[in-house]
């Protein structure tokens, strides 16, 4: 060994370059074990989380999910599609099922309340939300909403159940249109189709109501061939007749 | 254990607190402290990293080139947190959640390279990570006493439970907004230092 010491001593270029190396390869490595380690525990988490956002958009208890929602994906004319992966697996990516025409719809096998996923934009970051409505397509039975970003205390109010108990009942149509709901600054004060925005969050609500709009739009042609189905029939027998 | 390996923990509590001494960290003191709840964990996440850090660069600290001594501070500091954060979403999720951005913004906390450049890189390990959990906890106080004033009045709530009565608020009060705008954290910071100055006169500038 030169005096000088390994190569060429702590300073050289050559200790600096080998120094550096080494420690991004083991940092790499430890972080891709963690990763890979936890990575099946983190997904079921997240899975179970959006299961129990969406029964607890009905008013259900979570873990009930299973035993209760049928889950399938209909397309823009409301018509329900076969999709390679699952309806639940669609939310990890929402923003882009939704931009490929695929709308994953959570219906309750008894009641024939429906949930459907919501996604847009707030202030900072993505929201998203979960708005269950009832078997008349129109009245929210409940409504869930979270966000990635938003001011806590303010923007982030949108999360808290006390905001988004002020959903239940309202109204989703104007007769045949769908108006969805306004979020209205200043207090909505009885108005339909409206609830309070968030003080101090103006641009979150904006967000909210945006993504309540855009994405039951979507929806639309469902909703109305869900409540338009025994008028159907009735005509179909009488033609047949 | 020595009295001086024992100060280096107990120090950053109080005397030496790096939020109201050293001025360190008072970004994220803003940032998370308008609910108890965040407060405190994310006070518990900068104690994990900077205890980690603290030794896991003393340990390493005769091997570091000096030139590229601050990018290995980061990489060392960056995986932990990264680790941390891994590691919050994989067993309390919901807790993961609460804190959302700020597990990551821990990298950029001031406290946690001050205290690597200033204590661990010509320390010991087992004093460094003592130093370390100080630190962490000494932040972590200010920031559970921020959060519990914020939360309190800017919410009427503490850890989301209802504290001021609701005959209160038909009696006229109201929630304080001013309290979950970043500024009365600044302010809340100010008096705190202003009553540990108070406490501990050798720190009074003359």
Same mark, same amino acid.
């Given at each position: ?12 270029? =050559?200790? $600096? ?14 972080? =891709? ?24 958009? *009905? ?26 992966? @699952? ?22 096998? @008894? @009641? ?24 008349? *397509? ?42 969805? $709901? ?19 969050? @103006? ?8 993504? $309540? ?29 | 254990?020595?009295? +001086? ?19 360190? !960290? ?97 320390? +010991? ?51 304080? !907004? ?11 910071? !100010? ?9 501990? +006169? ?5």
């Amino acid at each position: 060994m030169s005096k000088k010491g390994f190569l060429g001593g702590k300073n050289s270029n =050559a200790y $600096i370059v080998f120094y550096s190396t080494v420690m991004v390869i083991i940092v790499a490595v430890l972080l =891709a074990f963690t990763s890979l380690s936890l990575k099946d525990r983190q997904e079921a988490n997240e899975l179970n989380e959006k299961k129990d956002a969406i029964v607890a958009s *009905m008013g259900l208890a979570k873990g009930t999910y299973d035993s209760v929602i049928e889950a399938y994906v209909v397309n823009k004319e409301g018509e329900v599609i076969n999709t390679t992966a @699952t309806p639940l697996k669609k939310l990890f990516d929402l923003p882009a099922s939704f931009a490929a025409g695929e709308y994953p719809v959570f219906e309750n096998k @008894t @009641t024939g309340e429906v949930v459907l996923p919501l996604t847009g934009k707030g202030l900072w970051d993505d929201i998203w939300g979960y708005i269950a409505l009832g078997a008349d *397509m129109n009245t929210i039975k409940g409504a869930i909403f979270d966000h990635a970003g938003e001011t806590p205390g303010l923007g982030a109010e949108i999360a808290t159940p006390k905001y988004q108990a002020q959903f239940q009942g309202q109204t989703i149509y104007e007769g045949e249109q769908l108006v969805g $709901i306004n979020v209205v600054k200043g207090g909505a004060q009885g108005a339909a189709h409206s609830v309070d925005a968030v003080t101090g969050g @103006t641009k979150t609500s904006d967000g909210l109501e945006n993504m $309540i709009k855009e994405c039951l739009k979507c929806y639309d042609a469902f909703f109305k061939s869900r409540t338009a189905t025994p008028e159907a029939e009735v005509v179909e027998t009488v033609n047949a007749e | 254990m020595g009295n +001086k390996t024992f100060q280096s923990l107990t120090n950053p509590l109080a005397k030496n607190n790096p939020v109201l001494v050293q001025i360190l !960290g008072i970004c994220s003191a803003l940032a998370v402290t308008t609910q108890l709840k965040p407060a405190l964990v994310m006070g518990l996440s900068v104690t994990a990293v900077c205890a980690f850090s603290n030794l896991v660069l003393s340990l390493l600290r005769n091997g570091i080139p000096d030139r590229i001594r601050i990018i290995v501070q980061l990489v060392v500091i960056a995986a932990l947190v990264t680790v941390v954060n891994d590691v919050l979403k994989a067993y309390v999720y919901d807790v993961s959640k609460q804190l959302s951005v700020y597990v990551g913004l821990i990298i950029t906390n001031c406290i946690i390279m001050g205290r690597v450049e200033a204590f661990a890189l010509s320390n +010991k390990p087992l004093p460094s990570l003592l130093d370390g959990i100080g630190n962490g906890l000494g932040y972590g106080a200010v920031l559970v006493i921020i959060g519990f004033v914020r939360e309190l009045f800017g919410s009427g709530t503490l850890f989301g439970y209802q504290i001021i009565p609701e005959s209160f608020y038909e009696a006229g009060y109201v929630n304080n !907004g001013l309290m979950l705008f970043p500024p009365s954290a600044l302010i809340i910071v !100010g008096i705190i230092i202003w009553v540990h100055r108070t406490h501990n +006169k050798d720190l009074q500038e003359k």
